[in-house]
Nanobody, 111 residues
Framework: QVQLVESGGGSVQAGGSLRLSCAAS????????MAWYRQGPGKQREFLAV???????TYADSVKGRFTISRVNANNTVYLQMNDLKPEDTAVYYC?????WGQGTQVTVSS
């Protein structure tokens, strides 16, 4: 069982930046792919980015060039650096590892 805890959300103005963190803990041998998703008001949960244990990354077109996913395997933590934030980025951001989800962290971007 893997527990995921996100942090780093908050409120920023358009054009600003935030860095989200997600720490994995629990009983596991290794963590393979880790991903970020988000769910905006009245919207379905949306894939943002994924990173493999070997640091290969894939991004959704909506965030490519603005968001960067990274990880530190030694402490089982994944990050999401978000730059040039837009009001449409307002959502609850979730960390994901296989079937495990964090509780989410709110990001609010004002115009």
């Amino acid at each position: 069982q893997v527990q995921l805890v996100e942090s780093g959300g908050g409120s920023v103005q358009a054009g600003g930046s935030l860095r989200l963190s997600c720490a994995a803990s629990g009983s596991f041998f290794i963590i393979n792919n880790m991903a970020w998703y988000r769910q905006g008001p009245g919207k379905q949960r949306e894939f943002l980015a994924v990173i493999s244990r070997g640091y290969a990354t894939t991004y959704a077109d909506s965030v490519k060039g603005r968001f960067t996913i990274s990880r530190v395997n030694a402490n089982n933590t994944v990050y999401l650096q978000m730059n040039d934030l837009k009001p449409e980025d307002t959502a609850v951001y979730y960390c994901n590892e296989e079937s495990n989800w964090g509780q989410g962290t709110q990001v609010t971007v004002s115009s």
